[in-house]
Every structure is written in C-alpha cells, then in structure tokens.
C-alpha cells in the first residue's frame, strides 16, 4: 500500500518570484534564446547587405525599427514577464490547495476545483532551491515547494528529472 504523500504547500511571494523567474529565464530563454539571437543576427546582417547593395533607405529604416522594437520586446519579457507571471499567481492562488505527487502525476485540489496533472503532459522539470518548477508548455507551468513535501515524492521528481 502506498503512503499518502498529500500535503499544503506554502506559497510565499519569493517563492513564486522565484519560480517565475527560472520559467522565463532558464526555461524559455534556455529553449528559445538561441533562436532569437540567430535572428536578430540574420535580420540586421540583412539590411546592412541590402543597404551595401543600395536598397531604398526608407523601407530599410522601418524594417530596422520593426527589429529593433522586436529585441526590445523580448528583453522586456525576459525582465518584467516574471514579475507579472508571479502576481498573477500570488492574486489567483488559493490558500487551501493541497498537493500530491505520485507514479500516476500531480493531483491538486482546492476549495472549488481540482487538477490531475499526468506525467506525460509534464515538459520539463526544473529543481530550484526552494521548489521543483514542472513546465507543461511555454506559457504554463506548476510549483511543487519543497517545504513540506514528503521525501518519498522529492526522490520521484528527482528521478524524474534524471529520466529527462
């Protein structure tokens, strides 16, 4: 018979910056970083050969300003988008969630609804200081605190992130 791994997490406001933070910063920019840079490299590579080879000035500088609005767009989701993932959280959270994580995945439950999160839809997991950060997609991901977590479910996201 298998043991009740059902617990309360805690969910302070560093905790959730924190995780946040890791989603952005080390899940998406790690997955999609190189992307970006690649092209911004290609796209300003390109307008400075059509501007060598004489392109019309005009449609360059609006595609050079569409570029630059682009990188500045994507640096201010790297700095701001956390802080916004982490209020959201914080003001939606409910503070009778229970969690338990198990061979089958994540069951939380809360005062109106409830979640049953599988293994396979899990993407990535990531272990942080304080949590375990499980990502579903580039827009969702789920919190496992460690504080309060029984061991025997720390050791199965363990070896799950060994699994890859």
Same mark, same amino acid.
């Given at each position: 018979?298998?043991a ?27 997955r999609?970083?190189?992307?970006l ?20 000035? &005009?449609?360059?500088? $609006?595609?050079? @300003?569409? %570029? ?7 640096? #201010?989701?790297?700095? +701001? !988008?956390?802080?916004?993932?982490a ?47 499980? &990502?579903?997609?580039? $827009?969702?991901? @789920?919190? %496992?605190?460690?504080?309060?977590l029984p061991?025997? #479910?720390?050791?199965? +996201? !363990? ?6």
């Amino acid at each position: 018979m298998e043991a009740d791994t059902t617990f309360n997490p805690i969910f302070s406001p560093e905790l959730v910056q924190d995780a946040s933070r890791a989603f952005v910063r080390r899940y998406l920019a790690g997955r999609y970083g190189a992307l970006l840079a690649g092209s911004t490299v290609v796209n300003v590579a390109g307008i400075a050969l059509a501007y060598w080879l004489g392109a019309d000035t &005009v449609p360059l500088a $609006v595609f050079g @300003v569409l %570029v630059a609005l682009c990188v500045a767009y994507f640096v #201010s989701f790297y700095i +701001l !988008r956390p802080a916004r993932l982490a209020a959201r959280m914080l003001r939606t959270h409910d503070p009778k969630l229970s969690l338990r994580v198990d061979a089958q995945g994540i069951l939380a439950q809360g005062e109106k609804q409830q979640a049953h999160i599988e293994w396979p839809s899990v993407k990535s997991i990531l272990e942080l200081h304080h949590c375990f950060l499980l &990502v579903l997609s580039s $827009v969702t991901f @789920v919190i %496992v605190p460690k504080v309060g977590l029984p061991a025997e #479910s720390a050791d199965l +996201l !363990r070896r799950r992130i060994a699994k890859g």
